[in-house]
C-alpha cells in the first residue's frame, strides 16, 4: 500500500534562511508525488508535482524538490523563506488506481520568524 | 478562469442532523472527488465521481455518500451527524482522464467546515 511520512510536524525558521520539509514515501510501484500548500481558511494549493518526467523538480513561489528513489525520500525546499511562506505543507503520493485519491502526509507547519 | 466552489463556506448543526455540501468544480473538470479533513486523522479519501459515477471509495461509513450531476457538480451528504465528523471537507476537481499530468492535477476549493454540537 502506498503511504506517505512526513518528519516533523512544525519547523521553525528566521526569514531568508533555508526551508527544508521532509518527506518519505512507501510505494511498490514508480510514484507520482506531490506538495501542496494550504494557508488559513484556505484549501489547498498545488506547489509541485512530481511524474517522473525529471527528479528535480521546480514549483512555484521558489520550491523544489528532488526525488531520489534510493532514499525513498522527496523532500521540498527553498533557498530563502519569506514571512508569506508560513503556512502547513502536506505531501501526497497518488493511489496506484490513478483516481482522484492521493494519500497525504500528516503535514508539516511551517513558521517563518522575522 | 473560476476554481473550484464550494458551499456553505461555514455550518454548524447538531447530533443526529444530516447535511449536504455542494461543489462546483472548474469547467470542463468531470472528476470530483472529495476529502475530509480533522487534526487527528489528517486528510482522507473519501469519494471520487466521474461522469455520474462513483469510481472510488475510501473508508468510511455509510452515512457519507455523494452523487454527481450531468453537469459535473457534486454534493456529498452525511446523515446522522456525529460529533467526530466536525471537519473541513474539501472538493477537487480534475479532468478525469489519463494519467497525472497538468490538466489532471487535482485543484482543490477552499472547503465547508462543518461543526456538530
Known amino acids: 500500500a502506498q503511504s506517505v511520512t512526513q518528519l516533523g510536524s512544525h519547523v521553525s525558521v528566521s526569514e531568508g534562511a533555508l526551508v527544508l520539509l521532509r518527506c518519505n514515501y512507501s510505494?511498490?510501484?514508480?510514484?507520482?508525488l506531490f506538495w501542496y500548500v494550504q494557508y488559513p481558511n484556505q484549501g489547498l494549493q498545488l506547489l509541485l508535482k512530481y511524474t517522473s518526467a525529471a527528479t528535480l523538480v521546480k514549483g512555484i513561489n521558489g520550491f523544489e524538490a528532488e526525488f531520489k528513489k534510493s532514499e525513498t525520500s522527496f523532500h521540498l525546499t527553498k533557498p530563502s523563506a519569506h514571512m508569506s511562506d508560513a503556512a502547513e505543507y502536506f505531501c501526497a503520493v497518488s493511489d496506484l488506481s490513478n483516481t482522484g485519491k492521493l494519500i497525504f502526509g500528516q503535514g508539516t507547519t511551517l513558521q517563518v520568524k522575522p | 478562469k473560476a476554481g473550484v466552489t464550494q458551499t456553505p463556506r461555514y455550518l454548524i448543526k447538531t447530533r443526529g442532523q444530516q447535511v449536504t455540501l455542494s461543489c462546483s468544480p472548474i469547467?470542463?473538470?468531470?472528476?470530483v472527488s472529495w476529502y475530509q479533513q480533522t487534526p487527528g486523522q489528517g486528510l482522507q479519501f473519501l469519494f471520487e465521481y466521474f461522469s455520474e459515477t462513483q469510481r472510488n471509495k475510501g473508508n468510511f461509513p455509510g452515512r457519507f455518500s455523494g452523487r454527481q450531476f450531468s453537469n459535473s457538480r457534486s454534493e456529498m451528504n452525511v446523515s446522522t451527524l456525529e460529533l467526530g465528523d466536525s471537519a473541513l471537507y474539501l472538493c477537487?476537481?480534475?479532468?478525469?482522464?489519463?494519467?497525472?499530468?497538468?490538466?489532471?492535477?487535482?485543484?482543490f476549493g477552499a472547503g465547508s467546515r462543518l461543526t456538530v454540537l
Open positions: 510505494s511498490s510501484v514508480p510514484p507520482y
Open positions: 469547467s470542463g473538470h468531470r472528476s
Open positions: 477537487a476537481s480534475r479532468s478525469g482522464t489519463g494519467g497525472f499530468s497538468g490538466a489532471n492535477v487535482l485543484t
